[in-house]
């Protein structure tokens, strides 16, 4: 990916304005370019990192500093993912995802990966990144139990009512949340939601795809009661068992179907 001549292209655009702006301290590169696992799909996860107290300012010159990188399709801020920070740009021909994000360099203790340094003042990213250990958020099955059986009533509720289309948003979110999580947790992985599960845990891809449904009421129901075999199979010992929610959800559940 990084040697494809259009993303190259943009990170030595990039590069430079960053060389030209003495707000900026680094730039780096995180994501799949991060843990070696870039491909021709993957997108360009570029950190821009500021002098503390400079970031504010660049984060209003995203759009700007995003238009001179190359031929710009579109951009768009990152609040649906409650990141300000963020920019979300296309370019292309051929067609290019790059994510623009501006922190300071205070920040960096509360990363959770560390990015490949593309460019750097003076040593600022990497004596930075080295003052504190990249952490990525883990997983609590604890959390995920907590909440798993009224989330289950709910999406069932939603069938009783008729609202499949909202069920089959709240089976996503059970996979996004919960299962997918509790996969990777059992494998010792960082966690992603279900990304790359039919790479990396193929027979439980397999598993999870019932808990898809369709537009049915059998549908939604059948992948309901996948979801509760799931979870039931990959819930790991230990936790504190929300025994009389999962009775009542799941008898509300068996009652519908």
């Known amino acids: 990916m990084l040697d494809e001549p259009h993303a190259r292209a943009v990170l030595d655009a990039l590069q430079a304005a960053a060389a030209a702006d003495e707000r900026i301290a680094a730039v780096t590169l995180g994501g799949s370019a991060a843990t070696g696992t870039m491909d021709a799909y993957s997108d360009l996860d570029v950190v821009l990192i500021c ?41 292309g021909p051929p067609a290019l995802h790059v994510d623009l994000k501006a922190i300071e360099v205070r920040d960096l203790p509360a990363r959770v990966e560390d990015g490949v340094v593309l460019w750097e003042r003076e040593g600022a990213a990497a004596t930075a990144m080295a003052a504190a250990p990249a952490r990525w958020p883990p997983v609590d099955p604890q959390w995920i139990e907590d909440r798993y059986w ?76 996948a979801a509760v075999a799931a979870y039931r199979r990959l819930r790991p010992d230990g936790v504190e068992r929300r025994a009389a ?5 799941v008898a509300f559940l068996d009652a519908l179907g």
């Not at 660049?58 to 990141?83: Q, R």
């Not at 990396?200 to 009661?225: F, M, N, Q, Y």
């Not at 929610?245 to 959800?249: D, F, I, K, Q, V």
Request: charged share 25%; hydrophobic share 45%; net charge negative.
């Open 51 to 91: 002098r503390d107290g400079d970031g504010p300012g660049v984060v209003a010159d995203l759009p700007s500093l995003a238009a001179g990188l190359g031929p710009l399709l579109a951009a768009f801020t990152g609040e649906h993912v409650d990141e300000p920070r963020l920019l979300i740009a296309l370019y």
């Open 150 to 225: 009224p989330w289950i009533h709910y999406c069932a509720a939603k069938v009783a009512r008729g609202e499949l289309l909202e069920c089959i948003d709240g089976l996503a979110m059970l996979r996004g949340l919960a299962l997918g999580p509790l996969v990777s947790h059992r494998a010792g992985r960082n966690a992603q939601g279900v990304r790359r599960l039919e790479r990396d845990a193929p027979e439980e891809a397999e598993a999870l795809a019932a808990t898809i449904g369709d537009h049915s009421r059998t549908g939604c129901l059948r992948a309901l009661h």
């Open 245 to 249: 929610a999962e009775r009542e959800a």
